[in-house]
């Protein structure tokens, strides 16, 4: 027989046996006939009240969901019914019956895993081990490129500092000899003001000695002519 149906006809063997072995000793994975046939009508309000969704909601946050007077008396009476002997028994029996269904599928399935997949994942994980190498390697080559580009990018605003300082500095120096050629020429304006209007003042006091000087004029050949006409 070929080693790869040996290999699952012991395993569906074992399999059938272990089950066999539950069921005997836990029974079927589920509340049994004779309980729900004693019990049906609770059981049945019991877990249409517990797969509410007014119930969820109140369950999981009391404060925002509080329960009304049907809802709390749905609540007291799953606490009633959770609270018998005959429940907790029965769902005893039945958490049992799943976990070792449970953890007998799972051994299954690990070992199969370990049958046919144990040389598979070694080439799987040698595949990740040399990917992670690689990753590793690109990472440790792109810290030191991403290492360069910052000193080169800091070696570029040392310099863009010293460039700014310079202009800065320049700056400064215009400004001053801009002031100062303003001064200058300020204070030339100024003079050539004083000058021009001293100039100016020194104009209007000649026009007006004459003016004045003129008037006298007049007015004397003006007393000249009286005298020579009162003699005549």
């Given at each position: ?157 040392d310099q863009l ?64 002519k009286e005298r020579?006409?009162?003699r005549a």
């Open positions: 027989m070929n080693p790869v149906k040996r290999f699952f006809l012991y395993l569906a063997a074992a399999y059938v046996v272990l089950s066999a072995l539950i069921m005997i000793g836990f029974g079927p994975p589920r509340l049994s006939g004779a309980y729900l046939d004693e019990y049906e009508a609770d059981h049945d309000r019991y877990v249409e009240i517990i797969y509410s969704e007014e119930y969820k909601r109140h369950m999981q946050n009391p404060v925002r969901h509080p329960a009304d007077e049907e809802l709390q008396a749905d609540i007291e009476f799953v606490r009633e019914y959770e609270a018998r002997p005959e429940f907790q028994r029965a769902n005893f029996r039945r958490r049992m019956s799943q976990f070792l269904f449970e953890v007998l599928n799972a051994g299954v399935i690990v070992v199969v895993a370990v049958r046919f997949g144990t040389r598979p994942l070694l080439s799987f994980l040698d595949e990740r081990i040399g990917d992670l190498r690689k990753r590793i390697a690109w990472a440790d080559e792109a810290r030191k490129e991403a290492e360069k580009q910052k000193q080169t990018a800091q070696d570029k605003l500092d010293d460039v700014r300082r310079n202009i800065t500095q320049k700056t400064h120096d215009v400004i001053e000899q801009e002031q100062e050629a303003i001064e200058e020429a300020t204070e030339q304006n100024i003079a050539r003001i004083d000058a021009e209007a001293e100039e100016r003042m020194r104009v209007e006091e000649l026009q007006a000695a004459q003016q004045v000087k003129a008037e006298l004029i007049d007015k004397a050949a003006e007393e000249l020579y006409q009162q």
